[in-house]
C-alpha cells in the first residue's frame, strides 16, 4: 500500500475521518475545532452510567473483527465489581490493515477521548495504548497528543510483539500482566480477569473512536447512517489492483463496488477479492461488488467484514498460490500452544504449497478438508479457524481453477505472488516477549 488515504464517506460526510484532507494530523486544538469538546450525555434511566446507555442504544459494534457488541462488554467489566483497567488495542496485527494506523496518526485525539470516557464510566484510573512494536512513527504521534491533553496522567503507551496472535485480547492482557504475548484459554474473558487479574475493557483503536463521537453526539446521531442492526460508519483499508488504495469511511450497508469507487476503482481487471484479512473469505468480484457490507448480508455468503478490508487481487494473479502463503504465514504465527497450531496448520501449508506449486494426486483435497475439520473450532484461540475459512473459500469459491492445478499442475502465474508477507520475526518478537 502507498500509504494511508482518508477519502470521504458516501451518504454522510466523513465522521472518524473528518478533518484529515491534504495529509492533515489533528493535533488537540484542530482536533477541538473539527469536533468539539465532548459534553455531558443526558441520560434517560438512572440505572446506568448515560455513556454506557449510549453506546448501547447506539448499538456500537467492535470494530476489532468480531462486531461484538461494545455495550455488553462494558457491562460485563462494571459487573465485576472491581477497579478495571481499559486498554486500547492498536496493535493491527493483520498485514494489510492500515486503520487503525491512520486513526492513531492523525486523530489521535478521538481514540483517546472515547477510552477516556469509557475509563471515566468504568471508573478506570489507567488507559494503556498497546501498539505492536517497530511502528515508532504511531508512537510518536500518541506521545505528542498524551502530553497534549489535561488527563494525560491517565494514559500509558506499551509496544509488544509484532506478532498477528500478540494482538488477540488475552493474548494482550497476558503481555500486560507480564507474560508471553500468547492467548490464554478462555473463561475467565479479560472483562472479567485481565491485565494483572483485574476486569480489563478491552477495545479495538476504531471502536473507540466512534466512542469519542458518541460521547459528544449521542445515539440517535450514530443512528442516522448505516443499518438498523449495524449503526454507524465503518473504515475499510483497500488494497490491491485499484487506482488509489487507502483508507476509506463508509456506512454500513454500502455496496462493496461502491466502497472500491472510493479508492478511485479497480484498476485492472481482478480474479478476486479478499474480504475481511487474512483469517477472510475470498469471492469472485462479480458477486462481491453487489454485496452490501452488512455481516447480516454477508453471512449468507460465508464471508464477514472482519478487520474492515478488501484487497482485489489483479487477473495476472493465482489464488491458489496467495493462499498458499497466507497459510505458512498463518501457521507461522501461531503461538504453537496447540495441537492444531503445532500439528494442523503446517500440514495444511504444506499441502496447500503443494497444490499451488507442485505436482500433487486427487487425495490432496480430502486430506484439506480433513485436517481443515480437525483444527476447526479448536485452540486456544479463533486463530486455527480464521485459516480454515481462507482456505475453505478459495478452494470453493476457484473450485475450477484448483482443478487446473491437480490435472495440469502449478499454472503459469504460480510463481509470482502480489499480496505483502510479513517476514520471519526475530529478537524478542520470535518468542513473543
Ligand atoms: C489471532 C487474532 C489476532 C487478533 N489481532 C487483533 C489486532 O491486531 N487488533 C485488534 O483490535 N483485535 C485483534 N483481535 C481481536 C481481539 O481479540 C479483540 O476481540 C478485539 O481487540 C476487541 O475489540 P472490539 O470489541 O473493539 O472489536 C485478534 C483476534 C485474534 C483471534
Ligand atoms: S490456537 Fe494457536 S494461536 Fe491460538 S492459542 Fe492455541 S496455539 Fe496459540
Known sequence: MSGAT????????????????????????????????VTSLRTRRRAEHPLIEAIAEAGVRGRGGAGFPTASKLRAVKAAGRRPVVVINGSEGEPLSQKDTLLLLRTPHLVLDGAAAVAEALGAKEVVVYLHRGREAVERSVQAAIRERDDASLFTLVAGPA??????????????????????????????????????????????????????????????VGTASEPGTLLLTITGAVQAPGVVEVPFGTLIST??????????????????????????????????????????????????LIAVLPQAACVLAETANIMRWLANESARQCGPCLNGLPAIAEATEALATGRVDEFVLGK???????????????????????????????????????MSGPCSQAHRTWLAIPAVPTGPDADFR
Open 6 to 37: 482518508a477519502l470521504a464517506g458516501v451518504g454522510t460526510g466523513p465522521r472518524l475521518l473528518a478533518g484529515l484532507g491534504n495529509g492533515q494530523r489533528l493535533d488537540l486544538a484542530a482536533h477541538l475545532e473539527v469536533h468539539g469538546p
Open 259 to 308: 466502497a472500491l469507487e472510493l479508492a478511485g476503482g479497480v484498476s485492472d481487471a481482478s480474479v478476486g477479492y479478499l474480504l475481511g484479512g487474512y483469517a477472510g473469505t475470498w469471492m469472485r468480484p462479480e458477486i462481491a461488488n453487489d454485496l452490501a457490507l452488512a455481516s447480516m448480508v454477508m453471512r449468507e455468503r460465508r464471508a464477514g467484514i472482519g478487520v474492515g
Open 163 to 224: 506478532r498477528y496472535v500478540a494482538g488477540e485480547s488475552s493474548a494482550v492482557a497476558n503481555f500486560l500482566s507480564g507474560g508471553p504475548a500468547i492467548p490464554t484459554t478462555t473463561p475467565p474473558r479479560v472483562s472479567e480477569r485481565g491485565v494483572g487479574g483485574r476486569p480489563t475493557m478491552l477495545s479495538n483503536a476504531e471502536t473507540y473512536a466512534h466512542i469519542g463521537l458518541v460521547a459528544r453526539h449521542g445515539p440517535e446521531w450514530f443512528r442516522t
Open 368 to 406: 484439506l478438508e480433513r485436517w481443515a475439520r480437525m483444527v476447526e473450532g479448536r485452540g486456544s484461540c479463533h486463530h486455527p479457524g480464521g485459516a480454515v475459512q481462507t482456505l475453505r473459500s478459495a478452494l470453493d469459491t476457484f473450485a475450477d481453477h484448483t482443478n487446473q492445478h491437480l
